[in-house]
Structure formats: C-alpha cells, structure tokens
C-alpha cells in the first residue's frame, strides 16, 4: 500500500471514528464518503458496534431486575439461536 493510500485510510478511519460518537460538520461528511468510495470494505457504521459495546459496559448496573416475561422470552431467543447456530 503506498503513503497516500495509508494516509487516506488512516483519515477515513479517524472520520468514521468520529461519526461514531459525534455528528460530523457538512465538510467532514463529505470529505468521509469521498474517502469511503476509495475503499469499499468499510462503511459508515464500522465503528458503532464497538462504540455501543463501550457503551454498555460503562453503563451504571441495573438495581431492578427484569421482568420475568422478557426474561423468559429472551433466554428463549438464546436457545433458539443456539441452536439454529449449530446446524
């Protein structure tokens, strides 16, 4: 990869980190779709599965448990997944 395809990767990625956590002003915007056509193996939402993980772990804990008919509803999801995941 030479200096120039570095240097706009390196700039796309800080852009989509920013994009991530902030809204860009019009000028970065475009400067990142522009920088995101040049390489297609990223998108704009590259960094908000990260972003939300960060999120959720800083998040303070809950005091109040679930109700108990979503708790059930969502273990059951689980096992369902697991086990379609499997086959």
Do not use: W
Not at 1 to 14: F, G, H
Not at 34 to 52: G, T
Not at 65 to 84: A, C, H, S, V, Y
Request: net charge negative.
């Amino acid at each position: 990869m030479n200096s120039n395809t570095e240097r706009s990767k390196e700039r796309m990625l800080q852009l989509l980190a920013d994009h991530a956590t902030e809204v860009l002003d019009s000028t970065s915007a475009t400067e990142l779709a522009e920088l995101l056509s040049l390489h297609p193996e990223y998108d704009e939402s590259y960094f908000e599965p990260a972003v939300a993980a960060i999120d959720l772990a800083l998040m303070p804990p809950s005091s109040e448990p679930l109700p108990e008919g979503l708790r059930d509803r969502i273990l059951l999801d689980g096992r369902r997944f697991l086990e379609t995941d499997e086959d």
